[in-house]
Structures are given as C-alpha cells and as structure tokens.
C-alpha cells in the first residue's frame, strides 16, 4: 500500500505558534515584578515616613539636650555655690545622648532612657527654683520654657511615629509575599505603644 506524503508545516505558522509561546511564558514573570517592585515602593514610601518622624523626634531631643546644657552654663553668671549639684546634673545631662534608643531596640532601652531623662529635668527644675538669680533672668527662665517645651513634645513625637509605622508593618504584613520573591525580607519595626 502507498503512503500518503506527509504534509509540511507552513514556517509563518512555526513561527507564530513559537512567538505565542513565548509571549505566555514571559508574562507572568512580569507581572510579578510589577507586584514586587510596587510592594518595594509601598513599604519603601512608609518606612521613609516613619524615619522622618523619627529623625524630627531626634532633633528636638538633642535641641533639648543643648538646651539644657545653654540653661546650666548660666550658673556661672550668678552666685550660686552648690556646684556640686550643678556637675551632677550636667553629668547626666551629657549622658543622654550614649543613652538614647534607636529604631529596633527602643523597647528594651526607652524605659531605662526615660528615667534618665526624667532625672536631669527634675534637677534643672531643683536648680532654678532654688536660685532667685537664675529666676531673675530672662534667658534662664526662656531656656526653662524651651526644654518644657521639648520634653511635652516627646508624646506627639512618639504618636505620630506609632502611626506611621503601624502603616509601615501593615504594608509589610499585606506585601510580604512579594517581598520575599523580589528577596527583601523586611523586619517590622517595634512601637512605643506598650500594647503593641
């Protein structure tokens, strides 16, 4: 029996079917990489918010710091003797900055930080209120407002920072697939809030 000649493939056809191919195995792999690239831009855009938050927190403690420093170095204008004092709480004061917490271990270090800080503001207060000189001046008493003022912002600070990265672990916990695709396994950051 005579066999049929098999019939060629038209090559505009090979080339088409090999193109559609192509084209399917290539997209998903690009769909995922805008997933991860729009994940990385999410978490990227909050954790910026909350480093900002934080790096303004920073520079009103360490205006408060220098402040204080500014409020002390004025006891060399009056006639106050207790100097012994005065170095106690200067001490303290210079100690704050080694002391101060960071982003990933405030939990464990901000109680501790708190009452150091606490400390050098109950002496300052000790040191005006028992220096009718130091009351008597203007730049003492400005310098007394200004840390008050500092130490009352803290609590904003600490709001505004719980809020931003409470956005920034919520973002993270949404895209944490995409995340580890794209290879950037991302830490929460710890809050303030003790019932976090």
């Given at each position: 029996?005579?066999?049929?000649?098999?019939?060629?493939?038209?090559?505009?056809?090979?080339?088409?079917?090999?193109?559609?191919?192509?084209?399917?195995?290539?997209?998903?792999?690009?769909?995922?990489?805008?997933?991860?690239?729009?994940?990385?831009?999410?978490?990227?855009?909050?954790?910026?918010?909350?480093?900002?938050?934080?790096?303004a927190m920073l520079a009103s403690n360490?205006?408060?710091?220098?402040?204080?420093?500014?409020?002390?170095?004025?006891?060399?204008?009056?006639?106050?003797?207790?100097?012994?004092?005065?170095?106690?709480?200067?001490?303290?004061?210079?100690?704050?900055?080694?002391?101060?917490?960071?982003?990933?271990?405030?939990?464990?270090?901000?109680?501790?930080?708190?009452?150091?800080?606490?400390?050098?503001?109950?002496?300052?207060?000790?040191?005006?209120?028992?220096?009718?000189?130091?009351?008597?001046?203007?730049?003492?008493a400005q310098a007394l407002e200004e840390?008050?003022?500092?130490?009352?912002?803290?609590?904003?600070?600490?709001?505004?920072?719980?809020?931003?990265?409470?956005?920034?672990?919520?973002?993270?916990?949404?895209?944490?697939?995409?995340?580890?695709?794209?290879?950037?396994?991302?830490?929460?950051?710890?809050?303030?809030?003790?019932?976090?």
């Amino acid at each position: 029996m005579l066999m049929s000649p098999r019939k060629s493939v038209p090559l505009w056809l090979l080339i088409a079917a090999f193109a559609a191919l192509a084209a399917g195995c290539s997209k998903q792999p690009k769909q995922s990489t805008e997933k991860q690239d729009a994940a990385t831009l999410a978490v990227g855009m909050r954790r910026a918010s909350a480093d900002s938050i934080w790096a303004a927190m920073l520079a009103s403690n360490d205006r408060k710091i220098a402040t204080t420093t500014y409020f002390l170095n004025l006891v060399r204008y009056t006639n106050i003797t207790d100097t012994v004092a005065i170095q106690r709480v200067r001490a303290a004061n210079d100690s704050l900055t080694a002391l101060r917490y960071d982003q990933s271990n405030l939990r464990n270090l901000v109680d501790a930080y708190d009452s150091a800080e606490n400390r050098v503001l109950q002496g300052v207060g000790e040191v005006y209120n028992a220096n009718p000189e130091l009351q008597r001046m203007m730049n003492a008493a400005q310098a007394l407002e200004e840390i008050k003022a500092a130490d009352d912002s803290v609590l904003i600070f600490r709001y505004l920072y719980d809020k931003a990265a409470d956005d920034y672990n919520a973002t993270l916990k949404a895209n944490a697939k995409a995340l580890k695709a794209a290879d950037q396994p991302l830490e929460p950051l710890p809050l303030f809030r003790l019932n976090s």
